[in-house]
């Protein structure tokens, strides 16, 4: 993995060491923010998934993200986890929770979870429905006595306060499930349209800025690394980076759609799909054109870029806040 990470990074030999694939597109939660769980393209079927493990075998993929739209709503979810795991495939899967108690066998092979919370009670509740924070602790604490590894992805909006990331931080210490943060988009996700919960620019930047103080007190806790945060603080303005997206990522639609990035997705035709080009087809399109986008906003991503880029504020905090998920 080292040695094709390195080849990507300084010899252009570009491969889908990563690779987010949303299984399904349906829900079983309403989030206004969201574009993603409306359904259009149901649940990836027997052709796409065969495709997928079997390029993923073929291509050495180190690891695949199942997401979604509610991932654990997909009913071959757990032989979809063992058959990447048999092919060497290591799999992660992101969720709102809800069905993770009842979904822990399926989920017995994944190498973590990563679990939705926007804030605290009242804020998270109102965003996702009520009960749903309660959820995320249930989860949270399954996961923990089961054994899975878990980490916590909370978005900032116009209802986020200082409150609230004080709540996510201290929850994601509790629990040994460390925080990516980043802003509502002011799209929603996977459409053009718009997002009015989307946060006031100088509101999110001051609420960041509290992160990065918080990050001194719980420097495990939160994965942001504080150049990361340095960098969201720039939303939503244009802010280039190192792209690894058609580098060493790629996205895969329920359909098997792929896209250089999960940002594209709904918005930017795909680059091809896996039942006619295989895998590489963003590797190669990449390769072609050298593109970059200055809108890059998901936590992880950016750490991932900086990363890309050989940051060594990055690079040291991935190995201080590696916790057995990555
Ligand atoms: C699309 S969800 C899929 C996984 C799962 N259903 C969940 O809610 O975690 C993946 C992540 O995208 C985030 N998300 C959804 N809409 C967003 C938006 N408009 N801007 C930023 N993040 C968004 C969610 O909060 C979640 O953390
Ligand atoms: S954010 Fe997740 S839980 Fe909410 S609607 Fe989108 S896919 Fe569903
Ligand atoms: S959001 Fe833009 S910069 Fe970030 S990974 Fe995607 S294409 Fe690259």
């Not at 889908?16 to 399904?24: A, D, E, K, N």
């Not at 680059?271 to 295989?278: F, H, K």
């Not at 590489?280 to 991503?301: D, I, L, N, V």
Request: hydrophobic share 40%; proline share 6%; charged share 20%.
């Amino acid at each position: 993995m080292k040695k094709d990470f390195l080849e990507s990074r300084f010899m252009g030999r570009f491969r889908p060491l990563f690779v987010s694939w949303f299984i399904t597109d349906k829900c079983n939660m309403h989030c206004l923010k969201c574009g993603r769980g409306r359904g259009g393209l149901g649940h990836a079927e027997a052709p796409v998934i065969d495709r997928v493990i079997e390029e993923a075998a073929a291509n050495k993929v180190w690891r695949i993200n199942l997401t979604g739209g509610e991932p654990l709503l997909h009913p071959a979810l757990g032989d979809i986890i063992e058959r990447l795991n048999h092919a060497g495939v290591r799999v992660s899967v992101s969720s709102n929770g809800l069905l993770v108690p009842e979904k822990l066998d399926a989920l017995a092979g994944a190498a973590g979870i990563s679990l939705s919370l926007d804030g605290g009670s009242e804020t998270h509740d109102a965003a996702r429905g009520p009960g749903s924070f309660e959820s995320v602790l249930a989860a949270l604490a399954a996961l923990r006595e089961y054994g899975i590894p878990a980490k916590i992805t909370s978005v900032i909006s116009r209802h986020t306060g200082e409150n609230d990331i004080e709540d996510v931080v201290k929850t994601a210490a509790e629990y040994g499930a460390p925080v990516s943060f980043q802003p509502l988009l002011a799209v929603q996700l996977g459409t053009s349209d718009p997002n009015p919960d989307a946060p006031d620019p100088q509101v999110f930047r001051a609420l960041i800025n509290h992160v990065i103080e918080l990050k001194e007190k719980f420097p495990r806790a939160i994965l942001n690394s504080v150049k990361g945060l340095r960098h969201l603080m720039r939303w939503p303005d244009d802010a280039p980076i190192t792209c690894g997206a058609g580098r060493f990522f790629c996205q895969i639609d329920p359909a098997g759609n792929l896209f250089a990035c999960g940002s594209s997705q709904g918005t930017e035709a795909p680059c091809g799909n896996i039942l006619q080009t295989g895998l590489m087809a963003p590797f190669e399109q990449k390769r072609k054109s050298c593109t970059e986008c200055s809108q890059c906003w998901c936590g992880e991503r950016v750490e991932a870029n900086l990363m890309f880029g050989l940051d060594p504020h990055a690079l040291i905090n991935y190995f201080r806040t590696r916790h057995g998920y990555d």
